[in-house]
T-cell receptor
Framework: AAGVIQSPRHLIKEKRETATLKCYPI?????VYWYQQGPGQDPQFLIS???????DKGSIPDRFSAQQFSDYHSELNMSSLELGDSALYFC???????????FGPGTRLTVL | QKEVEQNSGPLSVPEGAIASLNCTYS??????FFWYRQYSGKSPELIMF????GDKEDGRFTAQLNKASQYVSLLIRDSQPSDSATYLC???????????FGAGTILRVKS
């Protein structure tokens, strides 16, 4: 079965640079979630979208923004990167906002 | 205090034994409860979900929910070395659709 696709899988950036992470949900899934997982930590919710509208917001820094497009894929834009932004970024998708979330393989972001 | 609490472990069990993983949550409005398995550096993989009080079985896995005690557990029967991973308890609250995760319990199954 098709799964959530994330790109790139690995990304290395310098401090103060920008990064864009992409997420392609499971076909027919209309809801996308972004989570950040630091080393040795549990995933922390950042933001979610349902039918291209922001549906919930968590601990997402003001330097980050995200959107969901008409084909339901989502992009997480991160600016003025800091060392502390180094983490695994997971995208998850679900069919409807109340359904079970399935996670993508993640993007490992390293900020030098 | 975290909204979702788990014993970080590690929990060590011999191959073939039953592993019991526990989780408590603080939000009484929580509606849905999930167990994810995560191998180091990999993404969380859904193992079980449970919405109603009682037990739910799927193969070697049984999830148990007690909303009055705000307690969720996962039993793994006939534990295998391949079950060695971090098990994350996740809770979806009454408002919004985000998952709130516990810190995870490290399970080690020794052959």
């Amino acid at each position: 079965a098709a799964g959530v696709i994330q790109s790139p899988r690995h990304l290395i950036k310098e401090k103060r640079e920008t990064a864009t992470l992409k997420c392609y949900p499971i076909p027919r899934h209309d809801t996308v979630y972004w989570y950040q997982q630091g080393p040795g930590q549990d995933p922390q919710f950042l933001i979610s979208f349902y039918e291209k509208m922001q549906s919930d917001k968590g601990s997402i820094p003001d330097r980050f923004s995200a959107q969901q497009f008409s084909d339901y894929h989502s992009e997480l834009n991160m600016s003025s990167l800091e060392l502390g932004d180094s983490a695994l970024y997971f995208c998850a998708s679900s069919l409807g906002s109340g359904d079970t979330q399935y996670f993508g393989p993640g993007t490992r972001l390293t900020v030098l | 205090q975290k909204e979702v609490e788990q014993n970080s472990g590690p929990l060590s069990v011999p191959e073939g034994a039953i592993a019991s993983l526990n989780c408590t949550y603080s939000d009484r409005g929580s509606q849905s409860f999930f167990w994810y398995r995560q191998y180091s550096g990999k993404s969380p993989e859904l193992i079980m979900f449970i919405y109603s009080n009682g037990d739910k079985e799927d193969g070697r896995f049984t999830a148990q929910l007690n909303k009055a005690s705000q307690y969720v557990s996962l039993l793994i029967r006939d534990s295998q070395p391949s079950d060695s991973a971090t098990y994350l308890c996740a809770v979806k609250g009454g408002y919004g659709n985000k998952l709130v995760f516990g810190a995870g319990t490290i399970l080690r199954v020794k052959s």
